[in-house]
């Protein structure tokens, strides 16, 4: 079974790689965010908790996240592993998750946390559009990472579009916000012996999927 956790700060390629992992594999991409859409969409008890929740501008409770969690790794997609995205976020979180899965019987996995400098978190991110349709990522700054048509998604043929929080305040921000609430959870790893930490630098992400495929 191949279950990965990304810790990944903004830009350091977490999307990219999932979807190569996740292609060649046959695993789930499994994202809390999408869990948390999904309730919305189909106006679920849940849903309107979910909801309500967000307009006052709260966080959802970790009671609602697990027990969505709960629900998606009881289907059966998730038997030869998944990839794990959003979740956890702090080690109160990493703790519910490893009681879920003990009362679920599935293995931990790896966690694997994409090490990348600020700087060059930045260098990307001005240089990134995404999918208006399908979300996915490319990075104008290397030809390998730019769509084969500009301006056009490979995947779906969607137009490509920047981010609106894709600008040097709001990203220097969001990724020093991550890195500090995120901190404690790389540690917590750390200590469990259960983290592995890949360098993004100098890498193109061929090499970065190679050095997963090694975890494996």
């Known amino acids: 079974m191949k279950n990965i956790i990304f810790i990944a700060p903004p830009a350091a390629g977490k999307g990219t790689l999932s979807d190569k992992i996740c292609e060649k594999y046959n695993i789930p991409h499994i994202s809390t965010g999408d869990l948390l859409r999904d309730e919305i969409v189909a106006q ?11 307009a006052r ?6 009671e609602i996240v697990i027990k969505l969690l709960k629900k998606r790794l009881t289907s059966k997609d998730v038997k030869k592993g998944f990839i794990l995205d ?6 109160n979180q990493a703790k519910a998750y490893e009681h879920l899965l003990e009362e679920l019987n ?4 790896t966690v694997i946390y994409l090490e990348i400098t600020k700087e060059l978190a930045m260098q990307r991110m001005l240089n990134r559009v995404i999918c208006s349709h399908c979300g996915l990522s490319y990075n104008l700054s290397k030809k390998e990472l730019s769509p084969i048509k500009k301006g056009i998604c490979d995947r779906c043929g969607a137009n490509l579009k920047v981010r ?4 040097e305040e709001t990203f220097s921000k969001r ?4 890195m500090l609430e995120t901190y404690p959870l790389i540690e917590y790893y750390e200590k469990e012996n259960r983290l592995v930490k890949i ?3 100098n890498k193109n992400p061929l090499e970065i999927f190679e050095e997963i495929e090694k975890v494996f």
């Open 199 to 201: 360098t993004v630098a």
């Open 86 to 91: 959003g979740y956890p976020r702090n080690v």
């Open 106 to 109: 599935l293995d931990m996995g």
């Open 164 to 167: 609106i929080d894709d600008n």
């Open 57 to 62: 501008g709260d966080n959802v409770s970790d």
């Open 175 to 178: 990724f020093d916000t991550y």
């Open 44 to 54: 679920s008890k849940i849903g309107t908790q979910i909801r309500e929740a967000m």
